[in-house]
C-alpha cells in the first residue's frame, strides 16, 4: 500500500520568512496530493492540491510543487504570518483511499 | 468548498453506552465517505471507508463490530460506538469525497467523544 512520509514534524520561523515542509509517498500509481491545514480541535482545511499532471500550483503565498519521478511534493508558504501557525497534513490519494502523512506543526513566531 | 456538516461537536456519556456520530455532505452526493480518528498531536488515522448502499471497508486492527458505520444514503453517513469505553475517547473525524475518483476531501467538523 501507499505510506506517506512527512517532513519536519515541527517547525518554527519568524513573521514573514519561507515555511517548506516536504512530503513522499511511495506508490506511483498515486495521482492527486491535497494539502491540509488544521487548527486546535478544528476540522482539516483544504488550502491547495496538485494533480499528477502538474508540476507546480500557486494561490497567493502557497504554492506546491510535485516532482513524480523522485515521488516527493512539497508546501511553500512565503511571508509567513501568525495566522499561518497551524498542523498541516499532506495526503496521496491511493485508490480508494487518501493516506495522510503524519502532520507539521509550523509556528510563525511575530 | 463543499460543507461537510458533523453531529454531534461534543458528547459524553457512560461506559458501556452507545453513541451515534452523524457526518452529513450538504451541497453535494458523497459516494464515499471516510472515518478517521485522532489522537492528540498525531495525524488522522483512517478507520473505515464507507461506500453508498454497501458495506463499510474498515481498516486493520478497527473492531467493526465496535464502530458501526453506516451508509443509506448519498449525503449520510453514521458512526456508531458501540459499548463504549473510557479508551473509545477521542476525536472522530469525517470526510467526504466530492465526486469520483480523485474528487476533493473535505472534512466534518469532527466529534469529540468522552466516556466516563
Known amino acids: 500500500g501507499e505510506n506517506v512520509e512527512q517532513h519536519p514534524s515541527t517547525l518554527s520561523v519568524q513573521e514573514g520568512d519561507s515555511a517548506v515542509i516536504k512530503c513522499t509517498y511511495s506508490?506511483?500509481?498515486?495521482?492527486?496530493f491535497p494539502w491540509y491545514k488544521q487548527e486546535l480541535g478544528k476540522r482539516p482545511q483544504l488550502i491547495i492540491d496538485?494533480?499528477?499532471?502538474?508540476g507546480e500550483k500557486k494561490d497567493q503565498r502557497i504554492a506546491v510543487t510535485l516532482n513524480k519521478t523522485a515521488k516527493h511534493f512539497s508546501l511553500h508558504i512565503t511571508e509567513t504570518q501568525p495566522e499561518d501557525s497551524a498542523v498541516y497534513f499532506c495526503a496521496a490519494h491511493y485508490g480508494q483511499n487518501f493516506v495522510f502523512g503524519p502532520g507539521t506543526r509550523l509556528s510563525v513566531l511575530p | 468548498g463543499a460543507v461537510v456538516s458533523q453531529h454531534p461537536s461534543w458528547v459524553i456519556c457512560k461506559s458501556g453506552t452507545s453513541v451515534k456520530i452523524e457526518c452529513r455532505s450538504l451541497?453535494?452526493?458523497?459516494?464515499?465517505m471516510f472515518w478517521y480518528r485522532q489522537f492528540p498531536k498525531q495525524s488522522l488515522m483512517l478507520m473505515a471507508t464507507s461506500n453508498e448502499g454497501s458495506k463499510a471497508t474498515y481498516e486493520q486492527g478497527v473492531e467493526k463490530d465496535k464502530f458501526l458505520i453506516n451508509h443509506a444514503s448519498l449525503t449520510l453517513s453514521t458512526l456508531t460506538v458501540t459499548s463504549a469505553h473510557p479508551e473509545d475517547s477521542s476525536f472522530y473525524i469525517c470526510?467526504?469525497?466530492?465526486?469520483?475518483?480523485?474528487?476533493?476531501?473535505?472534512f466534518g467538523e469532527g466529534s469529540r467523544l468522552t466516556v466516563l
Open positions: 506508490d506511483s500509481a498515486s495521482n492527486y
Open positions: 451541497d453535494f452526493q458523497a459516494t464515499t
Open positions: 496538485i494533480r499528477s499532471n502538474v
Open positions: 470526510s467526504a469525497q466530492q465526486g469520483a475518483g480523485t474528487g476533493e476531501l473535505f
